[in-house]
């Protein structure tokens, strides 16, 4: 490779330049400004705002201005505050705008150069294996190219190993094209290497790369559209669009007339002086570079290089700005629906907008009929120009009222929860490369995961071994084994090529390295003496063959190919095998047979991996029975190849469950999301992995299918997927072992395709390889491994997980999760104050033919619910309680029951409050009345209580808006928020200002301390008036809840096996108390087809609950697990028992005996944590309930006609 001296890298850089293509200006804080300016409703305030400024230097006659109450000449000049008041409020909302949106760009742009210098692409300088960021990428670098990479910059073959690469997305040909050294050498950046593994010189980086190139042209595409004149509209080109563009088909030809991308060091400029020239020389330069870098092969792990950014400097051709411009409706293919909380989003604000609308018109068109009622029809008078002022006011009041209707904060709200989540995730392992996926995350119903690195630690060891005829549980020592046998094992290429030499790489391929050194062997030895470049042929690992061989010369002449892969597919190929004295046996069909039942099968059950080693040798003549003649090989042809192999040992690799693993599966169960394991595994490890994750547990009605069954399920007699036999199947699906990427795909797209549910699911999907790019795609949350994951696979993600954890997915969820009540928060809080503040100016337009709350002032306030709270509200962070729901899915409302119970009771307080003071309060405070004032009266005490109440009611509200399901602690959680302590007070501290020194500006009038407690005091009582109406809420609808609760367990016993249960937990010793509810020992609920569940509830001494039952299916018996076998007498009641070691008869408890948590009955579906501890006191009154809850049931039972009782109930009370 290079010498990579700093002179060496100078020189390149000044010749060549760095790959790195240069970003897109960012938009100057004025151009914000600008854009935050172009909001309708700000323009029409402006408007209204200077009208009523040039209006107020209006003198009118005497007469007219004689008749305004109250009103002076110094009161008269100063009208012309409230114009530059509402000009500054204006200003100021303009200003806040515009910075978040900076501060956004800000952080996004700098989470991106993190992603870009964080990835990084293996390179071979100075003899050294390096991995270095992109961009630092040089022209004349030798790269190493793997299967899943996304090539940085342009190059040229210089070794191949069954080289394919996807070059789709500049020729827009589907097929992946072949490379070589001699065939088709040329390598193109923003290509993807899809198959095969080998080495690459750079030719061309940054902005003379074909990626530069075409991001140059795109940028300049824009330019060029923005500066014609005619209907085009700016396009923002993303990289879904660039990877499908049409017209790329024809712009390798309008770019070179070959295939070498290699720049001279002379270009010239067109007359526009923007598009940049290049000559090209022939194929010889790339021959030059080869011998003057020298190269070795020893690297593994490249990252996807971060998204290219529109460069802005290069002219454009016609081909590419006719795709530019799509016609009118076409959709972008490929992109995901709109998320769940965009569209609930979208309904809202339209719905929130022709509310807010109508409401301002109405509102102006009062006013405006009761002053010309009063002062042309009542009063007589004649019109004046000095009456234009009262109709500016009243259309700044309705143009306020609609700024105050309208949720332009909502978007703020969005944004900004999502900024602050992104940033956070990123300490949780989740690199969110689409913000929407956030949100997603929260509604996901679904994960299906992969296996190894996931779920598993990805630290794989051999523990078992199948070799010369024995199977060996504890691995045995090279003396065990014939020599022979040994050194063919040591001296089979345990690394995939390209693979580090060390154990970094393939974890696979790390546990038979350390195999290899178990036998007493050093693999880097024999690795020196067999390099790569001697290797023959490499058939590399791909999910279609599940195996992977690479073909080597012998010492005495011929070949040996060398292969590993899928046990029991790989013996399917093996017609001999090494037998006790090392040399090669018959292997027959039933030998197969035997050791798959006997050896591989049991592996699989204890939860390992099995690989099977095989071998095939060519000889120049005279071959053994095993052996093959060169003359006969034909390496091309693969099935021939890969047949008549000797097997030479199966091994169980064991890859241990992360410790964390079952704990955070339980958390997704309880959150109401089904977990299922999509891996390549054996379906016996894969069965036994699931077990202890407890994605499948015992008794419950699971499928473990794999792929090859799964299709045969799914697919009609056409071999089309039909969606009738897909929804019989995908529900109770599990465990999807043996599978393709296009099994998995055919999964995702089916579960979110279905219509079996009212709710559409919404899907998260794990991948790692290149192949499940398409599966990440087509899920509504992609998320790729960000160790293990290919560059593709990465490209095609939504989240990176940076761990490979699927904890980390839990943690996604929570945030999603976060960010829709955030908003929720959000939109409780702003649609209470909207509420209350629009009503006021309606009522006060009808009753008093004014606003009492002033257009400025209404203005703050709009300031305090958009800007300000959607800063305080979306910054909090996630909680376990998140997880103890179930998602909210995709028809229930953005405002739930609790909210909206939440907007109007507090609603109806502060109108309350607001309008006794209105119509009573000088009589309450012994004040002026502010009613029936001028157009330039000087601000009173009146209205100003009024509006400092209403802002002290809001403020405290806000501390309410931070619980949204009915939580009585609403200080849970406050101090750990310092944001949202801190935007409270400072608006708190403003407000104090504006009251005490706005005066005209703000139309308020300085209080006395008595005044502000009163008003403190009854913004106060927002809390005390949500603590009460929480209670009498709580109260009323507990009875309700548990008659539901009851009622939902009944309907659920059908479907008990997919509850969740409690094995996990510690067991007592000696005794345990059993509560067992309606039959002496259990319940026997029968379904129509024969089926029948056995239930009970165990009540441990240690407080835990297990709900234990037996599972009878006619056609599926064998594959239920019977956890307790419940004993049925004609008489059924309710008993507490205490059984032990010997048999023990009911028997009766005091209080002394034991605190313990008590059962409701039929509660099986519940976690333990949501019953709560209660004495033996209080179990009379329990043990009535629990009757209540039977009668209930049999009351249900007899109106379902898909489940009965087999028993009949009575209300017979047992002695307690």
């Given at each position: 490779?290079?010498?990579?001296?700093?002179?060496?890298?100078?020189?390149?850089?000044?010749?060549?330049?760095?790959?790195?293509?240069?970003?897109?200006?960012?938009?100057?804080?004025?151009?914000?400004?600008?854009?935050?300016?172009?909001?309708?409703?700000?323009?029409?305030?402006?408007?209204?705002?200077?009208?009523?400024?040039?209006?107020?230097?209006?003198?009118?006659?005497?007469?007219?201005?004689?008749?305004?109450?109250?009103?002076?000449?110094?009161?008269?000049?100063?009208?012309?505050?409230?114009?530059?008041?509402?000009?500054?409020?204006?200003?100021?909302?303009?200003?806040?705008?515009?910075?978040?949106?900076?501060?956004?760009?800000?952080?996004?742009?700098?989470?991106?150069?993190?992603?870009?210098?964080?990835?990084?692409?293996?390179?071979?300088?100075?003899?050294?294996?390096?991995?270095?960021?992109?961009?630092?990428?040089?022209?004349?670098?030798?790269?190493?190219?793997?299967?899943?990479?996304?090539?940085?910059?342009?190059?040229?073959?210089?070794?191949?190993?069954?080289?394919?690469?996807?070059?789709?997305?500049?020729?827009?040909?589907?097929?992946?094209?072949?490379?070589?050294?001699?065939?088709?050498?040329?390598?193109?950046?923003?290509?993807?290497?899809?198959?095969?593994?080998?080495?690459?010189?750079?030719?061309?980086?940054?902005?003379?790369?074909?990626?530069?190139?075409?991001?140059?042209?795109?940028?300049?595409?824009?330019?060029?559209?923005?500066?014609?004149?005619?209907?085009?509209?700016?396009?923002?080109?993303?990289?879904?669009?660039?990877?499908?563009?049409?017209?790329?088909?024809?712009?390798?030809?309008?770019?070179?007339?070959?295939?070498?991308?290699?720049?001279?060091?002379?270009?010239?400029?067109?007359?526009?002086?923007?598009?940049?020239?290049?000559?090209?020389?022939?194929?010889?330069?790339?021959?030059?570079?080869?011998?003057?870098?020298?190269?070795?092969?020893?690297?593994?792990?490249?990252?996807?290089?971060?998204?290219?950014?529109?460069?802005?400097?290069?002219?454009?051709?016609?081909?590419?700005?006719?795709?530019?411009?799509?016609?009118?409706?076409?959709?972008?293919?490929?992109?995901?629906?709109?998320?769940?909380?965009?569209?609930?989003?979208?309904?809202?604000?339209?719905?929130?907008?022709?509310?807010?609308?109508?409401?301002?018109?109405?509102?102006?068109?009062?006013?405006?009929?009761?002053?010309?009622?009063?002062?042309?029809?009542?009063?007589?008078?004649?019109?004046?120009?000095?009456?234009?002022?009262?109709?500016?006011?009243?259309?700044?009041?309705?143009?306020?009222?609609?700024?105050?209707?309208?949720?332009?904060?909502?978007?703020?709200?969005?944004?900004?929860?999502?900024?602050?989540?992104?940033?956070?995730?990123?300490?949780?392992?989740?690199?969110?490369?689409?913000?929407?996926?956030?949100?997603?995350?929260?509604?996901?119903?679904?994960?299906?995961?992969?296996?190894?690195?996931?779920?598993?630690?990805?630290?794989?060891?051999?523990?078992?071994?199948?070799?010369?005829?024995?199977?060996?549980?504890?691995?045995?020592?090279?003396?065990?084994?014939?020599?022979?046998?040994?050194?063919?094992?040591?001296?089979?290429?345990p690394e995939n090529p390209g693979e580090l030499p060390t154990q970094l790489g393939n974890k696979t391929e790390c546990s038979l390295l350390s195999f290899v050194i178990h036998l007493g062997r050093s693999y880097e030895h024999i690795r020196e003496e067999m390099t790569e470049d001697k290797f023959i042929k490499v058939y590399t690992f791909n999910s279609v063959r599940k195996s992977m061989g690479t073909i080597i010369p012998r010492e005495n002449g011929?070949?040996?190919?060398?292969?590993?892969?899928?046990?029991?597919?790989?013996?399917?190929?093996?017609?001999?095998?090494?037998?006790?004295?090392?040399?090669?046996?018959?292997?027959?069909?039933?030998?197969?047979?035997?050791?798959?039942?006997?050896?591989?099968?049991?592996?699989?059950?204890?939860?390992?991996?099995?690989?099977?080693?095989?071998?095939?040798?060519?000889?120049?003549?005279?071959?053994?029975?095993?052996?093959?003649?060169?003359?006969?090989?034909?390496?091309?042809?693969?099935?021939?190849?890969?047949?008549?192999?000797?097997?030479?040992?199966?091994?169980?690799?064991?890859?241990?469950?992360?410790?964390?693993?079952?704990?955070?599966?339980?958390?997704?169960?309880?959150?109401?999301?089904?977990?299922?394991?999509?891996?390549?595994?054996?379906?016996?490890?894969?069965?036994?992995?699931?077990?202890?994750?407890?994605?499948?547990?015992?008794?419950?009605?699971?499928l473990v299918l794999e792929g090859k069954e799964f299709n045969q399920c799914i697919r009609g007699d056409d071999n089309q997927v039909n969606s009738e036999l897909f929804d019989k199947t995908w529900p109770r699906l599990r465990v999807l072992a043996r599978s393709s990427p296009t099994d998995k795909y055919t999964l995702v797209k089916g579960i979110i395709e279905s219509r079996l549910n009212p709710n559409r699911e919404v899907v998260a999907v794990t991948g790692d390889g290149t192949n499940d790019g398409p599966a990440l795609k087509k899920a509504d949350v992609g998320f790729a491994m960000g160790i293990a994951g290919t560059d593709v696979a990465k490209e095609a993600s939504d989240i990176i997980l940076t761990d490979d954890n699927f904890t980390s997915i839990v943690k996604a969820v929570m945030w999603g999760r976060n960010v829709y009540d955030s908003i929720a928060k959000f939109l409780q809080f702003q649609l209470t104050v909207n509420c209350v503040a629009v009503t006021v100016a309606f009522l006060g337009a009808c009753a008093i033919k004014d606003s009492p709350l002033k257009a400025i002032q209404m203005l703050w306030v709009n300031l305090i619910m958009d800007t300000l709270a959607s800063l305080a509200l979306a910054t909090e962070l996630p909680t376990d309680e998140l997880l103890n729901r179930k998602p909210y899915g995709r028809t229930k409302p953005l405002i739930s029951k609790h909210m909206l119970q939440n907007i109007v009771g507090h609603s109806l307080y502060q109108l309350t409050i607001i309008l006794v003071l209105l119509f009573a309060g000088e009589l309450v405070f012994d004040i002026d009345s502010g009613r029936g004032a001028g157009l330039h009266t000087p601000p009173s005490q009146h209205f100003t209580i009024i509006f400092n109440t209403f802002v002290m009611m809001t403020l405290f509200n806000e501390v309410n808006a931070r619980k949204i399901h009915g939580q009585r602690n609403i200080t849970q959680g406050l101090l750990s928020n310092p944001i949202f302590i801190g935007i409270w007070l400072g608006t708190f501290a403003a407000q104090i200002i504006i009251v005490q020194y706005g005066g005209y500006a703000f139309y308020t009038a300085g209080l006395t301390i008595d005044q502000w407690l009163w008003c403190l005091f009854l913004g106060f009582g927002e809390l005390i008036w949500g603590q009460l109406r929480v209670v009498r809420a709580f109260k009323s609808t507990l009875e309700d809840i548990e008659e539901k609760r009851s009622l939902h367990s009944f309907h659920s016993l059908h479907s008990l096996r997919s509850s969740r249960s409690h094995h996990g937990w510690h067991r007592p010793m000696s005794e345990e108390l059993n509560i067992v509810v309606d039959i002496r020992q259990g319940t026997r609920v029968v379904e129509p087809n024969g089926s029948y569940t056995n239930m009970a509830l165990v009540i441990h001494e240690n407080n835990s609950v297990e709900h234990r039952r037996k599972c009878s299916n006619k056609s599926r018996s064998a594959e239920n697990i019977s956890m307790m076998e419940a004993a049925h007498n004609d008489v059924p009641s309710v008993a507490v028992q205490r059984t032990s070691p010997k048999p023990a008869s009911p028997r009766t408890f005091s209080t002394s005996d034991i605190n313990i948590r008590v059962v409701n009955a039929f509660r099986m579906g519940l976690e333990a944590d949501s019953f709560d501890k209660r004495s033996l006191s209080s179990l009379q009154s329990q043990h009535s309930l629990a009757l209540r809850n039977l009668q209930l049931i049999k009351k249900s039972a007899s109106q379902d006609p898909d489940v009965s009782f087999t028993r009949s109930f009575s209300d017979e009370t047992t002695k307690i």
């Open positions: 490779g290079l010498s990579g001296t700093p002179a060496d890298v100078r020189a390149r850089l000044d010749a060549f330049g760095s790959n790195i293509i240069p970003p897109k200006p960012p938009k100057t804080f004025l151009r914000l400004v600008w854009e935050a300016l172009q909001d309708v409703t700000l323009i029409i305030l402006i408007v209204a705002a200077i009208l009523s400024l040039g209006l107020s230097f209006y003198q009118p006659p005497i007469n007219i201005e004689e008749e305004e109450v109250g009103s002076d000449d110094s009161e008269s000049e100063a009208g012309w505050i409230e114009g530059v008041a509402i000009l500054v409020a204006v200003f100021v909302v303009v200003f806040v705008t515009a910075f978040n949106d900076w501060r956004k760009e800000k952080q996004f742009r700098g989470l991106q150069n993190k992603i870009e210098h964080e990835h990084k692409f293996s390179v071979i300088r100075n003899g050294e294996a390096l991995q270095l960021p992109v961009g630092d990428l040089l022209v004349g670098d030798i790269c190493q190219v793997k299967y899943g990479d996304l090539l940085p910059a342009d190059g040229a073959v210089i070794q191949s190993n069954d080289l394919m690469v996807d070059e789709s997305s500049l020729t827009g040909e589907s097929d992946h094209v072949k490379k070589g050294e001699i065939i088709d050498p040329v390598l193109l950046s923003g290509t993807h290497v899809m198959e095969g593994s080998g080495k690459m010189v750079v030719t061309a980086v940054g902005i003379n790369s074909q990626a530069g190139i075409i991001f140059a042209l795109l940028g300049a595409a824009a330019e060029e559209k923005k500066s014609k004149n005619g209907p085009q509209v700016p396009t923002t080109i993303t990289q879904t669009e660039v990877d499908t563009m049409p017209a790329s088909i024809h712009l390798m030809e309008a770019l070179y007339d070959d295939h070498v991308v290699f720049p001279t060091y002379t270009t010239e400029k067109s007359d526009t002086d923007l598009m940049p020239y290049y000559q090209y020389p022939d194929v010889a330069t790339y021959n030059i570079i080869s011998v003057l870098c020298s190269y070795h092969a020893e690297f593994s792990l490249t990252s996807k290089r971060g998204a290219l950014v529109v460069s802005n400097e290069a002219a454009v051709g016609s081909r590419i700005t006719g795709f530019l411009t799509k016609p009118a409706g076409e959709k972008t293919s490929g992109r995901k629906e709109k998320s769940v909380l965009q569209a609930k989003l979208t309904k809202l604000a339209i719905q929130i907008g022709y509310a807010g609308t109508a409401i301002a018109v109405i509102t102006v068109v009062i006013l405006i009929l009761r002053f010309c009622v009063e002062k042309f029809a009542i009063q007589g008078k004649e019109w004046d120009l000095y009456y234009i002022q009262y109709f500016v006011k009243f259309f700044i009041i309705g143009v306020t009222v609609l700024v105050v209707a309208v949720p332009e904060g909502l978007p703020l709200a969005v944004t900004l929860s999502l900024a602050y989540s992104v940033r956070k995730m990123m300490h949780d392992n989740n690199l969110v490369r689409h913000l929407d996926a956030c949100e997603t995350m929260g509604n996901a119903t679904a994960i299906c995961s992969d296996k190894t690195g996931t779920l598993t630690t990805n630290r794989m060891t051999v523990v078992q071994a199948y070799l010369a005829g024995a199977h060996y549980k504890k691995l045995p020592s090279a003396e065990e084994l014939p020599k022979n046998l040994v050194d063919v094992f040591a001296k089979s290429p011929g070949f040996r190919l060398f292969t590993k892969g899928a046990s029991e597919i790989l013996l399917k190929k093996c017609n001999w095998i090494i037998g006790k004295d090392g040399e090669p046996v018959k292997f027959t069909v039933r030998d197969q047979e035997t050791i798959v039942s006997n050896v591989i099968q049991p592996m699989a059950s204890d939860g390992l991996r099995t690989i099977c080693v095989a071998f095939k040798d060519y000889v120049p003549e005279n071959p053994a029975i095993n052996e093959e003649v060169i003359a006969n090989a034909n390496f091309e042809d693969e099935a021939s190849t890969m047949a008549n192999l000797t097997c030479l040992c199966v091994v169980g690799i064991e890859d241990p469950v992360r410790p964390e693993v079952p704990d955070a599966i339980r958390k997704c169960q309880r959150a109401g999301i089904t977990v299922r394991m999509v891996t390549g595994d054996n379906v016996n490890t894969a069965r036994s992995i699931a077990a202890k994750c407890g994605i499948i547990k015992p008794g419950e009605d699971f």
